[in-house]
């Protein structure tokens, strides 16, 4: 259904039901990612998920904020990319301008502020590094 709306996703990607996918014409997913339940995916700006990765549920994805720094408060929009075979853990917020690099994990109830490096395992928040990640 949100192909119709302009989303580019996969065939065989998995979007739970009750995922909210605000502005999908931003959205892109690649082979079997899933988004679980209760997701927020705000896509005032670009947000694209690589191959294989896992967006667990009452997560955050946040593309809009505002500038602080005026009295307008004006909004401000930047791109969102999680990279392939990432898992981001129940409960997190991934904030305006971050990159997530390939097969990192996001531990529960973290709030990423800052990009991510490939094989990382972070959390907290702010969330810090905890260790690489080894696959074998």
């Not at 896509?43 to 694209?48: G, Q």
Request: glycine share 8%.
């Amino acid at each position: 259904m949100v192909k119709l709306f302009g989303a580019q996703v996969d065939w065989n990607v998995s979007l739970h039901p009750t995922a909210i996918i605000d502005y999908p014409w931003n959205l892109k997913m690649k082979n079997r990612s899933s988004l679980g339940e209760h997701c927020w995916v705000y896509a005032m700006a670009p947000i694209s998920i690589g191959k294989l990765s896992c967006i667990g549920k009452d997560v955050y994805l946040l593309t809009g904020s505002h500038n602080i720094e005026k009295s307008t408060f004006d909004l401000v929009t930047k791109p969102i990319s999680v990279g392939d075979g990432c898992w981001i853990a129940t409960a997190s917020t991934v904030l305006p301008n971050v990159t997530i690099g390939d097969y990192s994990v996001i531990g529960a109830n973290s709030v990423i502020c800052k990009n991510v490096d490939s094989y990382c395992v972070v959390g907290g928040n702010p969330a810090k590094f905890i260790k690489r990640r080894i696959i074998k």
